[in-house]
């Protein structure tokens, strides 16, 4: 890539504390494909967590401290969809800074639409033997259209699908219900647990049932539900971020 675009890597606070390989396997990936990526130190929680517990007007600072620390980078790319989504159309107005924040709401991408949008990926080279089942969490399935949802009449498409499909090896798994929310939601599963726990179970049961190896995804919020459902009931599937498959088929 003549001019590789500068990326800041935007690392989620649960990636961050929880599932750290997952922002490395970003970040090694967007360096396989020719990105310049810078991470910068200081970034925080970008305010969803609050915003979604109904504290939205105390995100502005946090909401300002994106656009400060974000400023002067080409893209912004994060390993999730739910914080993507967040920081482009639900982050409040931030007084002083409508232009600064109009412009970075086109600069900001979750990760494989960043792929197949800007870097125009069209088939990975790599290899990858397992079969594969993919949840599409409803951030950004539903909010950033990242795949078409049942309940739309769309022409189908999946930006995960056409990055995974022709990896040699990997099996792609249609499931039953492949859009289906799995009942994490943030505060929902702690408000709501039994029902986020059902939720859980039901979208578990269709990637066992289909003799899935790997469930994978683009947030590692709604794969921690599902894995911790996984555990609890002994089931031997794996659970992988998007970015960890590709990074580790790309060679």
């Not at 007084?95 to 125009?120: A, C, N, W, Y």
């Not at 795949?147 to 498409?157: C, L």
């Not at 947030?219 to 009931?233: K, N, P, T, V």
């Amino acid at each position: 890539m003549p001019n590789p675009p500068h990326i800041a890597l935007f690392i989620p606070c649960y990636v961050d504390q929880f599932y750290p390989q997952v922002g490395i396997a970003s970040l090694e990936l967007l360096e396989k494909l020719g990105c310049q990526v810078s991470y910068p130190m200081a970034q925080t929680c970008c305010g969803q967590p609050m915003a979604n517990a109904g504290y939205e007007r105390d995100t502005v600072e946090t909401g300002r401290h994106f656009l400060r620390t974000f400023a002067g980078y080409d893209y912004i790319v994060a390993p999730s969809g739910s914080c993507v989504l967040h920081v482009k159309e639900h982050m409040p107005r931030i007084p002083g800074m409508e232009s600064e924040q109009e412009q970075m709401h086109g600069r900001v991408f979750e990760l494989t639409e960043f792929l197949t949008d800007i870097l125009k990926i069209q088939q990975p080279e790599g290899e990858y033997p397992h079969r594969v089942g993919f949840h599409a969490s409803c951030h950004g399935l539903r909010g950033l259209r990242l795949g078409t949802s049942s309940e739309r009449h769309d022409a189908p498409f999946n930006k995960a699908k056409y990055l995974l499909q022709n990896i040699r090896g990997l099996e792609w798994v249609e499931l039953g219900r492949k859009d289906e929310c799995c009942g994490f939601g943030g505060t929902f599963a702690v408000t709501e647990e039994a029902l986020s726990i059902q939720m859980g179970q039901d979208r578990l049961a269709d990637h066992i049932n289909q003799g899935v190896e790997i469930i994978t995804g683009g947030d590692m919020s709604c794969l921690m539900h599902l894995e911790g459902i996984a555990r609890r009931s002994q089931q031997p599937v794996q659970f992988k971020h998007i970015a960890q498959i590709l990074n580790e088929a790309i060679r």
